[in-house]
């Protein structure tokens, strides 16, 4: 699953007109930085979610058969992101019943998604990365492999995880964050990540878009 529902607000006014996701990045949308990636991966299912302009991302992939993918949309309408909880709940249906992955669809990464795998006893897998200049405080601490929310040092969530459906168990579509989910299971060791040490960039602003930009070009 690919989460483009989010507004932008930050990248204004360039996301006046545009969704997020569709941004170019050295003459290809953002997206499709990750739809290749996938492929590439070997998957060949993609689920993506979207309120702000979403129908221009349904005109602008289709059913992703381009790239020898099947998309599936999550529409969640205008004005009414989900967040990220909320919008992976209304999509578990279309996720199936095993462990899926979930990528932010505003990062880029060189991480190799054909690595992402769910352990055995996890109910998330978490990608973390180090704290970038905009986040120093991080998000988790990892030990041994197993995520914990105190401890240090603090790494910062990369937007990319794997997730067993019982994670969602109960829950409802309507907006909520992913992060006490993840903390609930922590305390028992279900959150499981690792640490990727290599490129990554959350795309969330003008200077860190024409930063990317600039790299991959």
């Not at 690919?2 to 204004?12: D, F, H, K, S, V």
């Not at 499709?32 to 996938?38: A, Y």
């Not at 910062?156 to 994670?167: D, N």
Request: aromatic share 8%; proline share 7%.
């Amino acid at each position: 699953m690919i989460l483009a529902a989010g507004r932008g607000e930050r990248m204004r006014p360039l996301t006046d007109c545009v969704p997020k996701p569709l941004l170019k990045v050295a003459g290809k949308a953002l997206i499709v930085w990750h739809l290749e990636k996938l492929a590439k991966a070997g998957f060949s299912q993609v689920v993506i979610n979207h309120a702000h302009l979403g129908a221009q991302i349904e005109d602008a992939l289709g059913d992703g058969s381009r790239w020898g993918l099947q998309i599936r949309y999550s529409a969640e309408g205008q004005g009414r992101a989900l967040e990220t909880g909320g919008g992976i709940c209304k999509a578990l249906p279309l996720l199936g019943d095993g462990p899926f992955v979930v990528i932010n669809g505003d990062i880029f990464t060189e991480l190799d998604y054909a690595a992402l795998k769910l352990p055995e006893h996890s109910l998330a897998h978490l990608i973390l990365v180090d704290n970038p200049e905009h986040h120093p405080r991080g998000d988790f601490a990892l030990k041994d492999g197993v995520v914990q929310e105190e401890g240090a040092p603090q790494l910062t969530f990369s937007g990319i995880g794997v997730y067993h459906p019982r994670l969602f168990a109960g829950c409802e579509a309507k907006p909520f964050p992913l992060g006490p989910l993840l903390r609930r299971q922590m305390p028992q060791g279900r959150i499981s990540g690792e640490h990727f040490r290599g490129y990554w960039l959350d795309v969330g602003t003008p200077e860190r878009y024409q930063l990317l930009h600039r790299k991959l070009s």
